[in-house]
């Protein structure tokens, strides 16, 4: 399978870095990357594992043609605003008669029902499970192992800067600190204010919402409040109080539809959303068949992030049905089913 790369920060190295090293058992390559910064590098035959760039193509269809693969990967930064450029991105490779594979939550978070349904129309594999939780499995979990089960809502610790700021003010460090640390650390988004200020969280909040409870909504539609209020001294005290602050995304079904928010909530220490220091994320998910159960990710890099990303690849190549969960999204008609995703090995 032939990959096409749209842009290449920290998760597109890592990416490219394990390809080179699963390459014996899974055959990838890489026949193009597309940035705005280092330009573009594009071979049809495959690219060297260290690839050379020239001048930044025009535009991403120019790319896309140049590359001449069969799968696009979309990697660019988090706008929680609209969800573009990424979504034009997808779409764009979806003229193209290409899977895509994102990391990039704002896709999912703007426009899931139309992708989803573009891409089973083309008879194509959509997948993007490295979008909310560093690559730890959420939505092919749904996929994969829990037929017939309704999410009636959900609960998440999904923000790492925001953490790493407020252990910097516990131990007596000033907000600034806080935040350079995360920026040092790299997990921060492109515009750090995305986490301070509960962005990212509601982005995390609306994909979920979209895809596992139909929800249709945008980050936008969800109450947001973030940490820029809090300082050293009221986290301190809190402390002192056996609290702290975590930033928790939420989601509900009621009679209304889906009610979302994103705000920092103050915990008791032994509250298990506050067993959650520094990257450590964690979901619980409240549902009608299996209660309330939940994932655990501790202390993902950017490694874990690559490996969604190549976990869905590797089902794309080998056949798998594109991601459709049957309980939540709309519900195709026998007539409408998308076929498994036909990935063409080269």
């Given amino acids: 399978m032939k990959l096409a790369i749209i842009g290449y920060g920290n998760v597109g190295r890592a990416l490219a870095?394990?390809?080179?090293?699963?390459?014996?058992?899974?055959?990838?390559?890489?026949?193009?990357?597309?940035?705005?910064?280092?330009?573009?590098?594009?071979?049809?035959?495959?690219?060297?594992?260290?690839?050379?760039?020239?001048?930044?193509?025009?535009?991403?269809?120019?790319?896309?043609d140049a590359a001449r693969a069969d799968t696009a990967v979309e990697l660019t930064t988090l706008n929680p605003s609209s969800g573009e450029p990424a979504i034009s991105h997808i779409r764009a490779a979806?003229?193209?008669?290409?899977?895509?594979?994102?990391?990039?939550?704002?896709?999912?978070?703007?426009?899931?029902?139309?992708?989803?349904?573009?891409?089973?129309?083309?008879?194509?594999?959509?997948?993007?499970?490295?979008?909310?939780?560093?690559?730890?499995?959420?939505?092919?979990?749904?996929?994969?192992?829990?037929p017939g089960v309704q999410v009636l809502g959900f609960t998440g610790v999904l923000n790492s800067t925001s953490k790493v700021v407020i252990e910097t003010m516990e131990r007596g460090g000033s907000f600034d600190e806080g935040l350079a640390a995360a920026r040092q650390m790299g997990i921060t988004e492109g515009d750090g204010a995305y986490d301070i200020e509960g962005w990212d969280s509601a982005a995390k909040a609306a994909a979920l919402a979209n895809v596992l409870m139909d929800a249709r909504t945008t980050p936008q539609q969800v109450s947001t409040r973030?940490?820029?209020?809090?300082?050293?001294?009221?986290?301190?005290?809190?402390?002192?109080?056996?609290?702290?602050?975590?930033?928790?995304?939420?989601?509900?079904?009621?009679?209304?539809?889906?009610?979302?928010?994103?705000?920092?909530?103050?915990?008791?220490?032994?509250?298990i959303l506050a067993a959650t220091p520094g990257t450590t994320n964690m979901i619980l998910f409240h549902t009608d068949l299996m209660g309330t159960f939940g994932t655990v990710s501790i202390e993902p890099k950017v490694e874990q992030t690559a490996y969604g990303v190549f976990s869905d690849l590797v089902n794309l190549m080998w056949g798998s049905q594109s991601w459709l969960p049957p309980a939540f999204s709309r519900r195709f008609s026998s007539a409408e089913a998308p076929p498994a995703a036909s990935g063409r090995p080269k």
Avoid: C, Y
């Fill in 226 to 271: 973030g940490i820029a209020r809090l300082t050293p001294m009221r986290v301190q005290e809190m402390a002192r109080q056996g609290k702290t602050v975590r930033l928790i995304s939420r989601g509900r079904r009621d009679k209304s539809g889906v009610a979302l928010r994103a705000r920092a909530e103050v915990l008791d220490r032994n509250d």
């Fill in 94 to 146: 979806f003229a193209r008669g290409m899977h895509v594979v994102t990391a990039n939550k704002g896709p999912i978070a703007h426009a899931f029902a139309d992708l989803r349904d573009e891409a089973a129309r083309a008879s194509l594999g959509f997948r993007f499970e490295s979008a909310v939780m560093d690559g730890a499995p959420v939505f092919n979990l749904w996929h994969s192992s829990l």
């Fill in 17 to 64: 870095q394990l390809l080179q090293r699963k390459r014996a058992d899974f055959p990838f390559t890489i026949t193009g990357i597309h940035t705005l910064r280092h330009g573009t590098a594009v071979d049809p035959a495959g690219l060297p594992d260290a690839p050379e760039f020239g001048p930044r193509m025009a535009s991403v269809e120019e790319f896309l």
